[in-house]
């Protein structure tokens, strides 16, 4: 019951790692057409959203433990694995792209001669980890897929 509980978990931490970024990358195309002043303006809009980062820690955490979990069983655990690796891949290009662009905006407040190749590698950056937790997100739905294909006893009442 743990193991398919923690799996569930990853599922859902994963899917809610993967929101902000796929709203950066559906929003891209036209964030790159935005003036100066606009897209200033657009960015102001990110304001707390920092809070998400606990989202994507938590889902490579939840997708390393259903990695431990399935490999005590026996359950091939490269989907976790993969899920937990690509996930903390996002937290390397947002830290080496995205963060670098927020500090030399002060967040986006200050506009500074620069801005178009921050905004470019902030926007790219957001777009890769889409691309990036997209995948994570298949890997740990294969993951929880596993666990039925190993244990075909299990039911949706087991989650009651």
């Known amino acids: ?4 509980l923690v799996c569930l ?32 303006t657009v960015q102001s809009i990110y304001r707390g959203w920092a809070l998400l980062g606990t989202a994507v820690v938590a889902a490579a955490v ?15 655990v490269w989907p976790s694995l993969s899920a937990s690796v ?8 947002f830290f080496i792209w995205a963060q670098p662009a927020n ?3 002060a967040n986006w407040s200050v506009q500074p001669d620069n801005w178009q190749a921050l905004r470019h590698h902030w926007e790219y950056a957001h777009a890769a980890n889409a691309v990036l ?14 666990i039925s294909i190993a244990d075909p006893g299990i039911s949706i009442a087991d989650f009651r």
């Open 1 to 4: 019951m743990i193991m398919r």
């Open 9 to 40: 978990l990853a599922v859902v931490l994963t899917a809610l790692a993967l929101a902000p970024s796929g709203a950066h990358l559906l929003e891209l195309p036209a964030k790159m057409r935005l003036d100066r002043a606009d897209y200033f």
């Open 62 to 76: 939840a997708n390393l433990g259903a990695a431990v979990l399935l490999y005590q069983r026996g359950i091939p």
């Open 86 to 93: 690509l996930i903390v891949s996002t937290l390397a290009v």
């Open 103 to 105: 500090v030399a905006t």
């Open 133 to 146: 937790l997209t995948l994570a997100l298949v890997c740990a739905t294969l993951a929880a897929v596993r």
